[in-house]
């Protein structure tokens, strides 16, 4: 089984982009009334909390990562 792997520049920017995403998606519902507005709001909230869960896991992985030693596990 091959693993895929996503460039580092990429990686670090998707919580942005999915959060720039989402706010564009609630920007066109409520900019739009013949769009699926429904949709478009469940979408774009989805995004916006994807990219914040995302973002605030990476920062917790971090930052509690730093401190511990993962090499005490295996003594």
């Not at 580092?8 to 609630?26: D, K, Q």
């Not at 920007?27 to 009334?33: N, P």
């Not at 896991?57 to 990562?65: I, L, Q």
């Amino acid at each position: 089984m091959s693993r895929f792997w996503i460039p580092r520049p990429l990686y670090e920017a998707m919580p942005y982009a999915f959060v720039a995403l989402g706010a564009f998606l609630l920007a066109v519902a409520f900019r739009f009334e013949r769009a699926p507005q429904g949709a478009l709001f469940a979408a774009g909230g989805g995004f916006v909390v994807l990219g914040l869960v995302l973002w605030m896991k990476r920062r917790d992985y971090r930052s509690t990562h730093s401190e511990y030693d993962p090499h005490s596990i295996d003594e």
